[in-house]
């Protein structure tokens, strides 16, 4: 910073001087270390981590489609013939042929294999599949977004530290000329007019410290809601970024941008789904077997129980097709083919509006740089005018409130540089993020 170049003569009153009893350790954060905290432990992480997990579990699902399904089924009834000359009675699903009231037990096993569908289990499979996929896109778009907001979070931040650090020293500034007034009141040199305008400057820049320092604590709990970490502002020093000498020289691949990779998963599953749909009039070839137990008696529960003594066996190889539905097979392929149609659509918009988004941070990230030749000329003549007032003010020729004013002016425009410097950083950084989501 600009004013802790220059720490003798008159300089030093923009230093704080105010001493206290105890000093609490400063925290130094950097945005890397606030960026991955926020991605660990942000609400989004642990959303989509169990989306994903939820995501594998249904593939594992779709996979049960290609093992028999088995059932075990008991049953277990008192039969009332009215009518003594009837031959048919039941037990549960299974048929006899008695005429006589009883009590009548079944124990049956089932079971039932897709022998040949025409590819279903296996697009099923895929379906699932590739919902998995989506599912990873969308955190790391997730990912992405969070460090886009994490990013103006720590920048708003850091803007709000300096700007507090040169209010401090423009506050102490203010003190002096304040003080020195009113001692020249009694010379006649300033008047009571004087007296108090400098009051009121004081009183805003008062006024305008406290509320820098609110603003700074609402954004570090903004940050708190991504990191789940509470910081204070009088305890937390923001380090500047740290970019790369090399950020411009590594290409941004807009199509493996997560955005439009979800875009082209989802594309991609909705053909799954779609063939899935042309399938459904399709016959189905199916393998079924049975083997009961079963058991009666004309008096006793229990003796008909256990009495099951009777067995039967069955296999059925059956082949199902579909003859009509209504047409709602005809209207589901309709509309799948018009949600992938427009699937496609938004995928050409989010293609152009990326690369609108990359090229305009691009060409801020460019722009930026162009200026900070034009910066570190300003700071060297800001230092220069800085080494001027010292010389005038030790030679007496210049007044200390005149001395005073102008340190607030050179402070007030090296802050200017100094926050042209976090925006020039802050479009760096974007295009690191940028490239690390391509990539």
Do not use: W
């Not at 660990?40 to 939820?54: L, P």
């Not at 039941?90 to 025409?118: C, E, P, R």
């Not at 004013?405 to 974007?430: G, Y």
Request: glycine letters at 4%.
């Amino acid at each position: 910073m600009f004013y802790s170049l220059r720490r003798t003569g008159l300089f030093v009153l923009f230093l704080i001087t105010c001493s206290v009893s105890s000093v609490a350790a400063i925290e130094t954060l950097s945005f890397q270390a606030v960026l991955a905290s926020g991605l660990e432990n942000s609400f989004d992480s642990r959303i989509n981590a169990e989306n994903i997990n939820a995501s594998r579990a249904a593939v594992i699902e779709a996979k049960a489609d290609y093992y028999p399904q088995l059932s075990l089924r008991f049953g277990q009834a008192y039969v009332h013939v009215y009518d003594e000359y009837s031959s048919v009675a039941s037990v549960g699903d299974t048929v006899y042929s008695d005429s006589i009231s009883k009590y009548k037990h079944s124990l049956s096993f089932y079971a039932q294999y897709n022998l040949f569908d025409f590819g279903r289990r296996k697009l099923g499979v895929n379906y699932a599949k590739q919902q998995v996929n989506i599912a990873e896109s969308q955190n790391d778009q997730s990912r992405f977004e969070n460090s886009q907001s994490l990013l103006a979070l720590y920048v708003k931040a850091l803007k709000l530290q300096k700007q507090i650090a040169v209010q401090q020293n423009i506050l102490n500034g203010r003190k002096r000329i304040f003080n020195l007034i009113q001692q020249l009141l009694v010379a006649g040199k300033y008047g009571h007019q004087d007296v108090g305008d400098a009051a009121i400057m004081l009183a805003q820049s008062v006024s305008h410290l406290d509320q820098l320092r609110v603003d700074l604590q609402s954004i570090l709990d903004n940050i708190s809601f991504y990191t789940r970490r509470f910081y204070a502002a009088e305890k937390i020093h923001l380090a500047d970024f740290e970019v790369s000498a090399s950020i411009g020289d590594t290409a941004i691949l807009t199509d493996k941008l997560p955005e439009l990779r979800i875009l082209e998963e989802q594309i991609a599953r909705k053909e799954t789904e779609l063939a899935i749909a042309r399938r459904e009039l399709f016959p189905r070839l199916t393998l079924t077997g049975s083997y009961g137990m079963y058991g009666s008696n004309d008096n006793s529960y229990s003796d008909s129980l256990e009495q099951m003594s009777q067995r039967d066996a069955n296999v059925t190889l059956s082949l199902v097709m579909p003859i009509f539905d209504g047409f709602a097979a005809k209207a589901k392929k309709q509309r799948l083919q018009h949600e992938m149609l427009r699937l496609k659509v938004e995928k050409e918009k989010t293609l152009a509006d990326l690369g609108n988004r990359v090229s305009a941070a691009q060409r801020s990230f460019c722009s930026l740089q162009h200026l900070n030749i034009e910066r570190s000329q300003q700071k060297r003549q800001i230092v220069q005018q800085v080494d001027d007032f010292n010389r005038l003010s030790q030679q007496k020729l210049t007044d200390q409130v005149t001395f005073v004013q102008r340190m607030i002016e050179l402070e007030q425009h090296h802050l200017e540089n100094d926050l042209q410097e976090v925006d020039s950083a802050a479009a760096a950084t974007l295009l690191t993020l940028l490239q690390g989501a391509s990539s």
